[in-house]
């Protein structure tokens, strides 16, 4: 009776467990984006763990946030991974696209920066935290409150608007994308993460966390390989022209 009177009393006041879980997304918001992009990895593990006890103190267990279904998120995440990766692919082969793959900050990097990039920055300082609190912990947080469909909706506004400063980034980094303009930029990747999000949250009601978590890794990952590829096809071109 005393533990259950306990978990009564730690769902009583969701707005706090919100509130706490807000406040530690937006400081690593702007450490992974501004102060200490590098650390990135660490900045994430350690918010990824707060978000974590911050919802199981709100009386959240492991199935609520995702962590379920593995061999169906495999399967899910796994065949839209392949998905991103034609489709990629496609984008670098062809001319009129290719340009779009061209992102100065992937091609500023060392082949080892590259790697880091792909292989630990993106799957622990990006996918591991934004998947476990935009299609994990928020939901459920705002669920205490609202009505599934509205917690969804609110977690991912908060998704999109987590995605301003690397929006302002890419601005400066990505002459193909500035060409629209830093505010119509900006507000068109709010719009776009947002909707995104809400894929991704259908994903996790299918197919638990993974199935998202796959699908996020492929594209970021993947982008980096691209702008790569799409730089080599570009001088290829370039070459043959000039021959």
Same mark, same amino acid.
């Given at each position: ?9 730690? *769902?009583?006041? @969701?707005?706090?467990? !919100? ?5 530690? +997304?937006?400081?690593?918001?702007? +450490?992974?984006?501004?102060? =200490? ?6 900045? &994430?593990?350690?918010?990824? $763990? ?5 919802? #199981? ?22 065949? /839209? ?14 001319? @009129?696209?290719? #340009? ?19 292989? +630990? ?7 591991? !935290? ?6 994990? *912990? ?9 009505? @599934?469909?509205?917690? &969804?909706?609110?977690?991912? /506004? ?7 400063? @690397?929006?302002?980034?890419?601005? #400066? =980094? ?16 709010? %719009?776009?993460?947002? !909707?995104?999000?809400? $894929? ?10 993974? %199935? ?17 590829? =799409? ?5 290829? #071109?370039?070459?043959? &022209?000039?021959?």
């Amino acid at each position: 009776m005393a533990s259950g009177q306990a978990r009564r009393r730690r *769902v009583r006041r @969701p707005g706090a467990a !919100l509130g706490a879980a807000v406040g530690v +997304l937006a400081v690593a918001n702007v +450490l992974n984006n501004t102060v =200490a992009r590098r650390y990135a990895p660490l900045t &994430s593990a350690v918010a990824t $763990g707060a978000l974590l006890l911050i919802a #199981r103190r709100a009386g959240t267990g492991a199935r609520d946030l995702g962590f379920a279904s593995p061999v169906k998120g495999a399967l899910i995440g796994g065949g /839209l991974a392949a998905a991103v990766a034609a489709g990629y692919t496609g984008g670098v082969l062809l001319p @009129p696209t290719r #340009r779009l793959f061209m992102d100065e900050r992937a091609l500023a990097l060392t082949r080892a920066r590259l790697f880091e990039e792909a292989l +630990l920055q993106v799957p622990v300082g990006t996918v591991l !935290l934004e998947e476990v609190a935009f299609r994990g *912990v928020l939901p459920e947080l705002f669920g205490h409150s609202f009505k @599934p469909r509205t917690a &969804s909706v609110a977690s991912n /506004l908060l998704f999109g608007l987590w995605h301003v400063l @690397p929006a302002l980034d890419m601005a #400066r =980094a990505n002459p193909a994308a500035a060409r629209a303009g830093t505010p119509r930029l900006v507000a068109g990747t709010v %719009a776009t993460t947002t !909707l995104a999000g809400l $894929g991704f949250h259908e994903l996790r009601r299918r197919g638990g966390l993974l %199935a998202p978590a796959l699908l996020h890794l492929a594209t970021n990952s993947l982008g980096f390989v691209a702008a790569r590829g =799409a730089r080599r096809m570009d001088a290829r #071109r370039i070459r043959r &022209s000039a021959g």
